[in-house]
């Protein structure tokens, strides 16, 4: 009598899971292989990864249009005697009116900053005079600091003016350190501390749902592992390609990079461990479940981080450098996410075996696969739910969408430099008390260039111009000289934006001046309309890109068209709860005119991934020979769990963005994780079911699917 062992769990050959071989010797090192790739590429970026915040630029050239008058200015005067200079404003307040005192302590004070530090323009020639208020109350003293050396230079000698004058001040005096130079180093403070806590909160986020989702002691670990390597991987890719191409890389663009790593990485994630954990199933080995893994949900993983690059890439036809550069630095990000998560992660698993489940580990039992394949669950429900009343699920979703989208009349207008950041610093501080105290003039100086040999005649149409107060001429050299111009209109106001309008339209008549006018203001019209040419331009890219990946992935032209309607009505509801939300509830007095775009980009991008996967496993079921209703029930009941998992993850991360201390990156945060919510919950469980169930097999048209069912239906009625 013979008596038999249990298969072990290696046993089987790779194309025959049942059988009694054993792997090859093929199949035992890959995954060694990859995870030793892995380790020594790791150890060779590292060095070039942690170079990456060495070659970060926050200088305001690279947050403006690159053709736009202002930014022309700005990189002019970089070129100036002295180079860029940094532009401050001496704020001395009493409420009850400056005293000789006063005056004098704060003329003691310019004295020293000037022998300390080299004076720009008319202010070099024995310091700046003091601008008192109409009231008495308040006295404002221009200093533009010229020849500044050094990384961080500017905020060095902010922080050193602001102890000067800061010490010893007489009671019911207060000294504040404001202007252009002293918000650029309160944003550059901020910004120093972005990478940190952006990285230890998202780090933290992910942790918790990803142990919450998975409910075991180990496996929550390999996905965090994999997207810690793609963002050093990436990391160091950026940085090779500032290195190679120059691409501008901000502070902002990195975060936002972290962000996407974190997010899209953890989703590819969660979609192939649920598929490799129904393949242990119906395959004994772990390599061979893992090979059918990756058969199966590969091609909506690289569909998925294709429309993702693809949207992202779109962002190199802006005009703004910012928004131009977030194209390759994201991309990165999302290339390298998928390269760990389809290599690094699968092997992990593989050497761990099904053990890394524990404590609910997936038996090798195909009949039972089959029959939980048919349990009634809660996406289950909601099918049937859908089925039940088709027209009426996809009519509700549309107005409740529509409804939403009307927030977007409530905006915010153009956000200002003062309405910034989230806890205002003393720059944005001192701003309101020049407002308040000059309410019938510009504090903030409008910059014109223009040839030096034509100087006197541009100083001349400048000061005639309408709705400039003062003007006066500065530093210069044998090309260009600079001119600070005073308008009578509050910074930054529409009013003074027509100002410089004017102002420029102007100065076209002096011959060969070439003038050119620049500054804050200036840079914020600028802003204004390269924000609006970039969305004409970039959107349309962003759609036509998508829509072609997904044609190619579906096969057909009218699924991919219901999935982008989707997700453009889901990104315009999350854009109109943001007008509702951002004044109402946030205190926000404006929005960054590049949120809409920067927006619609991860919203398409980032909202579609949900609809590919669930519409790639609904191809799958009807390719085996469902009707369009039923694969559309079967596919939802199979993704609804891992996709839900995947959108609460993605919006948290991007809901990490809102900690931060900048209105923009709330306003962003918030409108994506509203926007991939409604993706998730509404517009891929309800919505795409619900067409699916309205169009039956024409959603396949004109692809084989369709065909096959005209074909089908053809044979049927000849019977």
Sequence with gaps: MTTSTPPRENAGRPDDPGG???????????????????????????????????????????????????????????DLPGGGTTDLILVYQRDAGLTAQDRDLARQHVREISGSYDLAGEAADGGPRGIPSPDGNTEMYPLPLSGLTGEDADTEAVQDIRDRVGQDLPDGLTVQVGGPGAFSADASEVFGTIDTTLLLTTVGVVTLLLILIYRSPLLWLLPLIAVGVAAMTAMAVVYGLTQLFGITVTTQNTSIMTVLIFGAGTDYALLLVARYRDELHSHRLPHTAMLAALRGAGPALLASSGTVAAGLLCLLAADLNSSSGLGPVGTAGVLCALAAMTTLLPAMLVLLGRRVFWPKIPRHDPEGAARESGTTTLFARLGSSVSRRPVAVLTGGVVLLGAMSLGVLNLPGPLRDTDFFTDPPESVAAAQTLQEAFPERSTQPITVLGRTDRAEETLRVVRGADGVEEAERGRGDEEWTEISVFSSSVPESEEEKQIIRELRDDLETVDGAQALVGGP??????????????????????????????????????????????????????????????????????????????????????GVDYGIFLMHRMREEALAGADTRTAALTALRRTGGVIASAGIVLAATFSVLMTLPLVVMVELGFVVAVGVLLDTFLVRTYLVTSSAWLLGHRMWWPGPLYRRSVTAGRQGAVR
């Design 20 to 78: 009694p071989a054993r792997p090859t010797a093929r199949y035992r090192v890959l995954p060694w292989a990859a995870l030793g790739l892995w380790v020594a590429l790791l150890a060779v970026l590292m060095p070039f990864a942690t170079q990456l915040t060495d070659v970060q630029q926050d200088d305001t050239v690279e947050y403006l249009p690159d053709s736009a008058e202002s930014t022309q200015v700005a990189r002019i005067q970089q």
């Design 521 to 606: 203001s200036a840079q914020a019209l600028d802003l204004d309309n390269t924000n609006a040419r970039d969305r004409m331009l970039v959107i349309p890219l962003v759609l036509v890109s998508v829509l072609a990946i997904l044609i190619v992935l579906l096969r057909s032209v009218v699924a991919p068209l219901v999935l982008l309607a989707g997700v453009v009505a889901s990104w315009g509801a999350a854009l109109g709860l943001g007008g509702l939300v951002f004044g109402p509830v946030f205190g926000f007095d404006g929005m960054d005119g590049w949120i809409p775009l920067l927006t619609f980009v991860f919203g398409v991008a980032l």
